[in-house]
């Protein structure tokens, strides 16, 4: 071994020579919106951070104060010549200014460390380069610690060339819900950062080709406390996709509960080790780094199976929701069916807004994000909907997704136990964990029973006007819901209402005496008679009468 100690003097000097080049400089740590809180407990009920984040003042440091997210500069001569070979690059969750190679009296064993024991490889071997405050987005806190001042991941993507990798992991995303304008922090636009990771994970693919660093070999990561935990789903779910588009290995780990950080962003030393027991069961990194990335290891992908059944599983406890008695359709979803299970038991625990759009299990995030129907979060209790973009092996097709109830949570949020239906029709109860672990979470909403719908087109002539969209009433399902249509034009006036039908309705209202030109449509949803709630207006809608 060529070197074991880099004194954190020779660290320094390292870190001064090169303090001209893009991307690397010392920094302080991460920054928390004071505004947003700590979050959720692990199992207590979160508390959703606004979706317009306020700009954050500089500095902060998480309430820690100080030490934390210095960059140290890989060093290609650290690891011995047949010594793996392995490049972290991070935020300050990886930065050395916080964490070491092992604990101090003042600093946390790193979960990287963590890692590099599972796989046999020295600690202070591992390579790292991290800036506190940057990500894919967001620049870092630069050489003087001031937000906003530094580099962002792809300006350090030349690290691959000077380290000589046989295995690139990245710890990233936890800073990409902010994007900087000048030296200010405030709330990035999804689509900015899409683009941007959609470049930056093409970039990292041509490095790794050029290095011959199998993409196999890049492992991701996204490490998140307690804090903000309903932006944690939206980062992971788009990062993982453009992870597995590259075929870099994607490693799903959980968020940690409030006790395993030390100020809702930066994990403590039973985070840290958390992450790194985490990473080395959700994928093969052990393996990977131990073979000099020649090598890949099995990873579990399947739950274990608790009971199946209904019958089975009601005697073991579980809750079945009466599941044989269910209707045939629930929110227009025909079961036995994993989506139609959980719709089911949602709408038997409450009058529960409805998800209208979605086609598959895949989309069911989305559609009941956008649709205010539900809140994601990374901290589930049980009742909430546990959700996969990719199903798990045994339970459906896998581009489908999948979605089930979560019954139990572990206290470190590593372990979900999910009664679900497969598409097979077949009840069972999974505790899921690793790699099989549900990728986030659906907090639903109740309602006060009136109805909820969207109208998908209106089209007009002049002998009629055709509606059609989807509505359910929240408290009366099986009732189906009445749609009334009032139609104004050159100050005249038609009102029709259709009949009930439930969930999808399309109706073709005729209305003699339209004459060419503009008219305005108004779409209301009826509540049922004798029942909880209001007529609510889902649409108007401006039509060229042709």
């Known amino acids: 071994m060529s070197r074991r100690v880099m004194t954190w003097a020779a660290t320094l000097a390292v870190?001064?020579?090169?303090?001209?080049?893009p991307g690397v400089a010392s920094a302080t740590a991460d920054e928390l919106d004071p505004s947003a809180g700590d979050g959720t407990a692990p199992i207590t009920t979160p508390t959703s951070a606004p979706t317009t984040a306020p700009t954050v003042p500089t500095p902060v440091d998480g309430g820690t104060g100080g030490g934390g997210g210095d960059v140290v500069v890989p060093d290609p001569n650290a690891p011995g010549p047949s010594d793996p070979r392995v490049l972290v690059f991070g935020d300050s969750i990886s930065a050395p200014g916080r964490y070491r190679a092992a604990a101090t009296t003042n600093r946390v064993k790193a979960w990287w460390a963590w890692v590099a024991d599972g796989a046999g490889l020295?600690?202070?071997?591992?390579?790292?380069?991290?800036?506190?405050?940057?990500?894919?987005?967001?620049?870092?806190?630069?050489?003087?610690g001031r937000v906003c001042s530094g580099s962002t991941f792809g300006d350090r993507l030349g690290k691959v060339a000077l380290t000589r990798p046989d295995v690139i992991v990245v710890e990233v995303g936890r800073n990409d819900i902010w994007d900087c304008v000048g030296t200010r922090r405030v709330a990035v636009d999804p689509k900015k950062r899409q683009r941007l990771a959609t470049s930056y994970f093409a970039r990292l693919a041509q490095e790794a080709d050029r290095h011959g660093v199998p993409r196999s070999k890049v492992y991701v990561l996204t490490a998140w406390g307690?804090?903000?935990?309903?932006?944690?789903?939206?980062?992971?779910?788009?990062?993982?996709?453009?992870?597995?588009?590259?075929?870099?290995?994607?490693?799903?780990?959980?968020?940690?509960?409030?006790?395993?950080?030390?100020?809702?962003?930066?994990?403590?030393?039973?985070?840290?080790?958390?992450?790194?027991?985490?990473?080395?069961?959700?994928?093969?990194?052990a393996v990977a780094i131990a073979s000099r990335g020649k090598r890949s290891g099995s990873v579990a992908t399947q739950?274990?199976?608790?009971?199946?059944?209904?019958?089975a599983c009601k005697a073991a406890g579980v809750r079945t929701f009466t599941y044989a008695k269910a209707p045939k359709r629930v929110w227009g979803v025909a079961g036995?069916?994993?989506?139609?299970?959980?719709?089911?038991?949602?709408?038997?625990?409450?009058r529960t807004a409805p998800v209208l759009n979605a086609a598959t299990a895949k989309a069911w995030r989305s559609d009941a994000v956008q649709s205010r129907s539900a809140v994601q979060t990374a901290h589930p209790k049980a009742g909430d909907i546990a959700w996969w973009p990719t199903a798990p092996a045994g339970v459906a097709p896998s581009a489908q997704g999948h979605v089930g109830l979560v019954q139990r949570v572990s206290a470190d949020n590593t372990v979900v136990d999910v009664s679900e239906v497969t598409s097979t029709g077949r009840f069972r109860s999974v505790r899921?964990?690793?790699?099989?672990?549900?990728?986030?979470?659906?907090?639903?909403?109740?309602?006060?029973?009136?109805?909820?719908?969207?109208?998908?087109?209106?089209?007009?002539?002049?002998?009629?006007?055709?509606?059609?969209?989807?509505?359910?009433?929240?408290?009366?399902?099986?009732?189906?819901?009445?749609?009334?249509?009032?139609?104004?034009?050159?100050?005249?006036?038609?009102?029709?209402?259709?009949?009930?039908?439930?969930?999808?309705?399309?109706?073709?209202?005729?209305?003699?005496?339209?004459?060419?030109?503009?008219?305005?449509?108004?779409?209301?949803?009826?509540?049922?008679?004798?029942?909880?709630?209001?007529?609510?207006?889902?649409?108007?809608?401006?039509?060229?009468?042709?």
């Open 303 to 311: 739950g274990r199976v608790r009971c199946q059944s209904l019958k």
């Open 336 to 350: 036995p069916s994993p989506r139609h299970f959980v719709a089911h038991a949602l709408t038997s625990s409450g």
């Open 15 to 21: 870190v001064a020579s090169l303090m001209l080049a």
């Open 226 to 285: 307690s804090s903000q935990s309903n932006q944690h789903v939206a980062v992971t779910a788009l990062y993982e996709g453009l992870v597995r588009s590259q075929g870099f290995s994607w490693v799903p780990l959980a968020a940690l509960p409030k006790n395993q950080t030390s100020d809702g962003v930066h994990p403590n030393a039973r985070g840290a080790r958390s992450l790194g027991t985490g990473a080395l069961k959700a994928s093969d990194l």
């Open 432 to 546: 899921y964990s690793g790699a099989s672990r549900p990728r986030g979470f659906l907090r639903f909403k109740h309602t006060d029973g009136s109805p909820r719908g969207v109208v998908g087109s209106v089209t007009a002539n002049r002998r009629a006007v055709v509606v059609s969209g989807r509505a359910v009433d929240t408290d009366a399902e099986r009732r189906g819901t009445r749609i009334r249509v009032t139609v104004t034009q050159s100050g005249r006036t038609w009102t029709r209402t259709a009949k009930a039908t439930r969930f999808a309705f399309s109706h073709r209202i005729a209305l003699p005496g339209l004459r060419r030109g503009p008219a305005t449509v108004k779409v209301k949803a009826l509540n049922a008679p004798n029942s909880r709630g209001k007529n609510v207006a889902l649409a108007t809608r401006r039509v060229a009468i042709a």
């Open 122 to 144: 020295d600690p202070r071997d591992v390579m790292v380069s991290a800036e506190a405050g940057s990500g894919i987005v967001a620049r870092g806190g630069g050489g003087h």
